[in-house]
């Protein structure tokens, strides 16, 4: 009933950017927190960037100063700018969003499917 659609991956020299967008569309009565997460081979997904409907963002240590996510509400759409971007950022990119459907209904996890940053040396 919900889906998220991610967008705006690629490759990209080291120091350059990228920005990623990620739609929600389907049953969506409220959005809270959406969060863009990543995973390298081999590696745990890890928490990147999170934004409440409020406004309040938080990031990963690593990508502080370099990030910055945002949402625009009335299209249920979260971004993320990155800049400076470096090889280890290199990931496939994972949009997460807590939504509830209807008024009456539990907040549901959701993830997109995912799409992949490579930066070059």
């Known amino acids: 009933q919900v889906q998220l659609v991610e967008s705006g991956g690629g490759l990209v020299q080291a120091g350059g950017s990228l920005r990623l967008s990620c739609a929600a569309s389907?049953?969506?009565?409220?959005?809270?927190?959406m969060s863009w997460y990543r995973q390298a081979p081999g590696n745990e997904r890890e928490l990147v960037a999170s934004?409440?409907?409020?406004?309040?963002?938080n990031y990963a240590d690593s990508v502080k100063g370099r990030f910055t996510i945002s949402r625009d509400n009335a299209k249920n759409t979260v971004y993320l700018q990155m800049t400076s971007l470096k090889p280890e950022d290199t990931a496939v990119y994972y949009c997460?969003?807590?939504?509830?459907?209807?008024?009456?209904?539990?907040?549901?996890?959701?993830w997109g499917q995912g799409t992949q940053v490579t930066v070059s040396s």
């Open positions: 997460n969003a807590l939504i509830e459907s209807s008024r009456w209904s539990p907040i549901y996890n959701y």
């Open positions: 389907g049953s969506i009565f409220s959005i809270n927190a």
């Open positions: 934004i409440i409907r409020g406004g309040s963002t």
